[in-house]
């Protein structure tokens, strides 16, 4: 007789691209759900994996954090920092960046606890040095361009101006995502943008 028994359905492999981006996603989504916390059980399951796999593709939970800071920040790069702004002047250009970096922060339910309970967290220290200066070094690069467009006073050091200004900025927003409640959109604008202007010598507003 012919068997009859049904036939095991064959396991879908994802490639291992797809599954870490999975993971990523899933973990975000975890610590947004249970405020910072985060079990590599949990975020398998919600990835539809099993937790040995997600030990094989992050090693541990400090490994995914590191993942999913990273890839909040590469998110943020993408669509703002790495971004060339169009404007006649420097503070018109760096006016509509601010206004989109504080949308990102701001609807993003992600972001308080990336720059809130995961900010200091020491096993993302090389990872976070690491963005800082990247990031530091285009911020500088841009001031020395508007320095030599007449925009900016070239008396100011880029690296050290730049530096001032996204410390700033940075404790502005870490503020305005963790107030309860959260301040009006526009006041927030109007505070970092007038920040942003002053710091650098220009009018504003």
């Not at 249970?34 to 094989?56: I, N, P, Q």
């Not at 963005?131 to 050091?157: K, S, Y």
């Amino acid at each position: 007789m012919p068997d009859s028994s049904p036939t095991p359905a064959k396991r879908t492999r994802r490639p291992a691209k797809e599954t870490k981006r999975l993971l990523v996603a899933a973990a975000g989504d975890v610590l947004v759900e249970k405020g910072g916390e985060l079990e590599m059980g949990d975020v398998a399951k919600r990835a539809g994996v099993s937790t040995a796999l997600a030990h094989y593709h992050f090693g541990n939970k400090a490994g995914l954090l590191t993942a999913v800071v990273a890839d909040f920040y590469a998110r943020m790069d993408d669509a703002i920092i790495a971004v060339p702004y169009e404007g006649a002047r420097w503070i018109d250009r760096e006016q509509a960046r601010v206004r989109d970096l504080i949308s990102f922060f701001l609807d993003d339910p992600l972001a308080p606890i990336i720059i809130g309970s995961l900010q200091n967290d020491p096993s993302l220290g090389p990872e976070s040095a690491e963005r800082a200066r990247r990031v530091a070094r285009l911020g500088a690069l841009n001031i020395a361009q508007a320095q030599r467009e007449g925009d900016i006073d070239g008396r100011f050091d880029p690296e050290l101006l730049v530096s001032m200004i996204l410390g700033g900025v940075m404790a502005g927003l870490t503020q305005a995502v963790s107030a309860t409640p959260r301040p009006n959109k526009a006041q927030v604008e109007d505070e970092i943008i007038g920040f942003v202007a002053r710091a650098a010598g220009q009018h504003w507003p």
